[in-house]
């Protein structure tokens, strides 16, 4: 799993950060921590760039910025404030809205939307993790009330499997994701992604599973009892996450945005470190993420 971190307060934080130029600093020493290597030619000589915290390709004469190909590419707003928000959506315990982001830093609630959306991208799962012990899967329905939604497929609603990893009494992981049918090829893409071959996996009957078994040699399927009381933890895991969604964003649209930040956090609820410099490791390592991605 990820690496561990010590936890950081928001006193510790304040102290780290007094302003924009610690930021940069932090920032410089997160990039080029294993030196600098130019994105456009791969050169790894420089020099001072034209603007502070800079730097310039010494072959190529590209210059680069502490911001750029991050995350924070083209930040619109003082950098100062853009650490308050990934501090804030990675420390709160129940995650906190772009309204009350808005609130506290004193910027338009749109401009905290869009960069909590950056934020969200960088919990997007690596994929490199799979679950491999005991693992659950079952798909449902996220949104409001739909008089037209008639069978899985249909409606306004949006369908989401959901895979969780069950270790001793509780759920040590979860994954979820936002699929256009409740088919073979979707069910079998993500479980791909997030279960190993070796897992012990358990579904309902539900015929888009029939066939897995052939990449999933453990897959059992089991007929659901009434109100799901053979996958309470599963159950329990999904009303979680739909009530979580409600309480905090009440709507959404940009669905699997707001998986990947409940998965991220839920993932490691049991750990002690603080999430804050993972997330901010996330933000340097993401490439750039526009408007025009963002609401596609």
């Known amino acids: 799993?990820?690496?561990?971190?010590?936890?950081?307060?928001?006193?510790?934080?304040?102290?780290?950060?007094?302003?924009?130029?610690?930021?940069?600093?932090?920032?410089?020493?997160?990039?080029?921590?294993?030196?600098?290597?130019?994105?456009?030619?791969?050169?790894?000589?420089?020099?001072?760039?034209?603007?502070?915290?800079?730097?310039?390709?010494?072959?190529?004469?590209?210059?680069?910025?502490?911001?750029?190909?991050t995350l924070f590419h083209k930040l619109k707003f003082p950098i100062l404030k853009a650490f308050y928000i990934v501090y804030y959506v990675s420390t709160s315990k129940k995650g906190i809205s772009s309204t009350e982001i808005s609130r506290k830093l004193e910027l338009r609630q749109k401009t905290c939307w869009l960069f909590r959306q950056k934020v969200m991208k960088s919990m997007e799962s690596?994929?490199?993790?799979?679950?491999?012990?005991?693992?659950?899967?079952?798909?449902?329905?996220?949104?409001?009330?739909?008089?037209?939604?008639?069978?899985?497929?249909?409606?306004?609603?949006?369908?989401?499997?959901?895979?969780i990893e069950k270790q001793g009494k509780g759920v040590s992981r979860m994954y979820g994701r936002v699929i256009e049918k409740a088919d073979k090829k979707n069910l079998h893409s993500f479980m791909k992604d997030h279960i190993s071959q070796e897992a012990k996996v358990r579904t309902d009957k539900w015929s888009g599973y029939k066939g897995l078994?052939?990449?999933?040699?453990?897959?059992?399927?089991?007929?659901?009892?009434e109100k799901g009381k053979n996958f309470k933890e599963m159950h329990r895991c999904i009303m979680m996450f739909k009530a979580w969604l409600k309480g905090i964003h009440h709507s959404v649209d940009h669905l699997q945005a707001y998986i990947n930040e409940y998965t991220y956090r839920f993932n490691r609820h049991g750990m002690k470190e603080g999430i804050f410099e993972n997330l901010m490791r996330r933000m340097v390592d993401g490439k750039p993420y526009p408007y025009k991605l963002i609401i596609s």
């Open 1 to 69: 799993m990820e690496g561990k971190y010590k936890s950081l307060s928001i006193f510790d934080f304040q102290k780290m950060f007094p302003d924009d130029e610690s930021c940069y600093k932090y920032l410089v020493d997160m990039k080029w921590k294993d030196g600098f290597k130019c994105t456009k030619c791969g050169h790894t000589k420089f020099c001072a760039g034209n603007s502070p915290h800079s730097r310039q390709c010494t072959k190529c004469r590209a210059i680069e910025s502490a911001t750029s190909d």
């Open 126 to 163: 690596s994929k490199k993790f799979p679950m491999t012990m005991q693992v659950e899967v079952d798909e449902t329905y996220v949104g409001g009330k739909d008089e037209t939604a008639i069978g899985r497929n249909e409606g306004k609603k949006k369908i989401v499997v959901v895979a």
């Open 213 to 225: 078994e052939k990449e999933f040699p453990n897959l059992e399927q089991e007929k659901s009892e």
